[in-house]
């Protein structure tokens, strides 16, 4: 099958007239049934029905079968015309978790494609845990999780520290922003499991629980929920942003959360370890880890 008949056989399924298929193609009805007999021919099938007294028709089973395999050789035509475009191309995939990606590094990645032009970003959004598991298996280069894993297959680093905090939509006239824990309602918050180490100091501070009343895992999502009077504990890099979509105040805790850790981690034996390695501790690191 030529590229021109895959091309045809897609076109008349898509818009399900052979003479629809003609005119958008610019060719001949003629042409057009050409096409789709030979490749029937070529591979001895039957692609298409036509029904009785009507211009339409519906795909055989055989048909459908083949349809699904033109899609797939359609792709395989485009990746083989794009070898040499993508042959000149680095694929750097980043695997990390929604807020580091979105308040931590989203200026940065515009730097990475203006500084290495041949570099193509792929940024992937997992768990901690999950981006381990996806370093191991080779599907990212490297992930920034917040929670470490020793491994002697890995380099680990601490790529940055930062607070948490406290904001809130309740009216807190204090003039020092430092809130009392125990001054907090758990019924009144919107929960975000930041962590083993985190949840330990919840509990030792409000009690075991059980579930938040109200949980959720990213802070988009926190923002659609942080209505009334509700209180929500932070990382520092997305207090502004809730400040000035919320108008949430953002206040210290008397008894602090425990810092968030943010790690670097890639494959030791990776092939471009010192472009990873200059990119996010020289170009990073060293001008922009402030949020």
Request: some cysteine; proline content about 3%.
């Amino acid at each position: 099958m030529t590229p021109d008949q895959l091309k045809t056989f897609r076109a008349i399924v898509e818009v399900e007239s052979i003479s629809k298929a003609a005119s958008i193609l610019h060719l001949s009805q003629s042409t057009v049934s050409q096409r789709l007999n030979n490749i029937e021919q070529e591979y001895n099938i039957k692609l298409i029905e036509r029904r009785k007294g009507s211009n339409t028709f519906y795909l055989t089973r055989e048909g459908e079968e083949f349809f699904e395999i033109s899609k797939k050789w359609e792709e395989l035509l485009y990746q083989a015309k794009d070898i040499k475009k993508e042959s000149n191309n680095i694929k750097l995939t980043i695997g990390a978790v929604d807020s580091v990606h979105n308040y931590i590094l989203k200026d940065l990645y515009p730097n990475i494609l203006y500084q290495y032009p041949e570099i193509k970003l792929i940024l992937r959004t997992h768990q901690s845990n999950e981006i381990y598991s996806l370093l191991k298996n080779g599907e990212i280069d490297v992930g920034f999780p917040l929670s470490e894993r020793i491994s002697s297959d890995f380099i680990t680093k601490k790529f940055f520290i930062e607070q948490m905090k406290l904001i809130t939509t309740i009216d807190l006239k204090l003039k020092d922003y430092v809130v009392d824990n125990q001054f907090l309602d758990t019924n009144d918050e919107v929960y975000i499991d930041w962590g083993v180490n985190f949840q330990e100091w919840h509990d030792k501070h409000w009690g075991l629980t059980g579930p938040q009343k109200l949980q959720t895992d990213t802070i988009k999502m926190l923002s659609n929920l942080m209505d009334g009077k509700k209180w929500a504990i932070v990382p520092e890099s997305t207090t502004k942003f809730l400040e000035q979509e919320l108008g949430t105040k953002i206040f210290n805790l008397k008894n602090e959360p425990p810092n968030r850790i943010c790690y670097y981690i890639r494959k030791k034996d990776h092939p471009r370890k010192k472009l990873l390695d200059e990119i996010f501790f020289n170009n990073y690191l060293n001008t922009n880890c402030k949020y």
